[in-house]
């Protein structure tokens, strides 16, 4: 998605990711990524 605001677009980006196989009890299951990036408008 790309949110316009003013002079400077900015696009936002979410991804969610399931582990299958982590290690022990300890390890990664799920794993949730924000990325924001500002861009330019075309």
């Not at 582990?19 to 300890?26: N, R, Y």
């Not at 990664?28 to 990524?33: I, R, T």
């Amino acid at each position: 998605m790309i949110f316009p605001g003013g002079r400077l677009a900015v696009k936002i980006q979410i991804a969610l990711q399931y582990m299958v196989l982590h290690p022990a009890e300890s390890g990664q299951e799920w794993n949730l990524q924000v990325q924001v990036t500002p861009s330019s408008q075309n």
